[in-house]
Structure formats: structure tokens, C-alpha cells
């Protein structure tokens, strides 16, 4: 039996890029400094998207049902502005009216601009997914903020009981894989509290 969901849900990917194989694609946008190309150059939201597509799948959510609207915050290239680009890619999304942003990333260290774009978008109702961080005690940001639901792979090492954990080799799937549990409960409070 198919859960019953809203007409459309948009996701807000806070990654890479865009995969070429991005589907359902309704906006993208780079916040790289001197870069507009949003095309996934790094690999890492290619292989996000991957797991996200294949987890919709599994939970039965229709493709047809979802919008990814994409902010390109990473690049191979050593970025000494990546803390703003997070910052100014989660603002777009939430601007952008995505009900969840998938972030499947983390920074080591409380950042001023994130915290407020992060509480912006919370204030507005967007549910935010975020890395817990890969193999490290305490929470990574955006993460740790208050309203944000963290999420990590089996193999990371927190012990936070507000973490929650999903069966992924790493802390990126896990985000995707949660995206997808979350819009097949319909956003239900019990799949929140599990």
C-alpha cells in the first residue's frame, strides 16, 4: 500500500550539485565563490542522489511526487569561503519553499551564518537533515543546531542519543535514506520520535 502524501514534495539538496541523472530537478543554483556551473563535479551529491532515488524506491514514494531543488555548497577545490556558501545555500532553499533540506554534510565548528540560516529555515517550518559527522564523538554542525534532525551511518562513532541512526556504510547516505523514510510517513512525528 503507497503512503498517502501531499501533492508534491520539494527537497532541498545541500551538496556538490546536481547529478546528471537528477530527474525531478525544479531549481539549482551554485553558492561557490566564481563558479555557476551547479553540475556535481566533486561526486558527492551524484552519489547522495543515487541513495536518495533508490531509497524513495524502497519506501514506495512516487518520483513523480518529488522535487529536488539543488544548492551547489562543495567542490573539490580547498574553499576558505565554505562556511558562507553553506550558509547562503540553506537560505536560498528555505527561500526557495522546500519542505525538507537534505544536508549531507557537516562542518567541524559553530559558525555564525549557519546557525542563523539554519534557525530561519526552522522558523519557516523546513525540516533540516544533516550529517551527524563521519567518526567523530560530538556533533558536527549543521547537525548540533536546536530543530535539526542528525542523522548518522552505523559506523559513526556518536553516542548521542538524539542521534539517529540509519543502516548506510556512511553519514551522506544515512541523511538521503532518512529524507526518504521521512516523506513515506508523510512527515509523521512517530517516524521523527523512532
Known amino acids: 500500500m503507497l503512503p498517502i502524501l501531499p501533492r508534491?514534495?520539494?527537497?532541498?539538496?545541500?551538496?556538490?550539485?546536481?547529478?546528471?541523472?537528477?530527474?525531478?530537478?525544479?531549481?539549482?543554483?551554485?553558492?561557490?565563490p566564481n563558479d555557476h556551473n551547479t553540475t556535481d563535479e566533486l561526486g558527492h551529491a551524484t552519489i547522495c542522489l543515487r541513495a536518495l532515488d533508490g531509497a524513495l524506491g524502497m519506501y514506495g514514494v512516487p518520483h513523480a511526487r518529488v522535487r529536488l531543488v539543488c544548492a551547489k555548497v562543495l567542490s573539490s577545490v580547498p574553499d576558505t569561503d565554505s562556511t558562507r556558501s553553506v550558509s547562503r545555500g540553506l537560505l536560498w532553499l528555505a527561500m526557495m519553499g522546500v519542505d525538507v533540506i537534505a544536508a549531507p554534510l557537516s562542518v567541524r565548528y559553530d559558525c555564525p551564518w549557519i546557525r542563523r540560516a539554519v534557525h530561519y529555515a526552522t522558523s519557516r517550518g523546513v525540516r533540516i537533515v544533516?550529517?551527524?559527522?563521519?567518526?567523530?564523538?560530538?556533533?558536527?554542525?549543521?547537525?548540533?543546531?536546536?530543530?535539526?534532525?542528525?542523522?548518522?551511518?552505523?559506523?559513526?562513532?556518536?553516542?548521542?542519543?538524539?542521534?539517529?541512526?540509519?543502516?548506510?556504510?556512511?553519514?551522506?547516505?544515512?541523511?538521503?535514506?532518512?529524507?526518504?523514510?521521512?516523506?513515506?510517513?508523510?512527515?509523521?512525528?512517530?517516524?521523527?520520535?523512532?
Open 130 to 194: 544533516a550529517a551527524a559527522g563521519a567518526r567523530q564523538a560530538q556533533l558536527a554542525f549543521p547537525a548540533a543546531y536546536p530543530g535539526v534532525i542528525a542523522v548518522q551511518g552505523y559506523d559513526g562513532a556518536s553516542q548521542d542519543p538524539t542521534v539517529h541512526r540509519e543502516v548506510a556504510c556512511d553519514d551522506s547516505r544515512a541523511v538521503m535514506y532518512y529524507v526518504a523514510g521521512l516523506l513515506a510517513s508523510n512527515g509523521a512525528a512517530d517516524y521523527l520520535a523512532r
Open 8 to 32: 508534491l514534495w520539494k527537497i532541498g539538496v545541500l551538496d556538490s550539485g546536481i547529478a546528471p541523472s537528477a530527474v525531478f530537478l525544479s531549481a539549482s543554483r551554485s553558492f561557490l
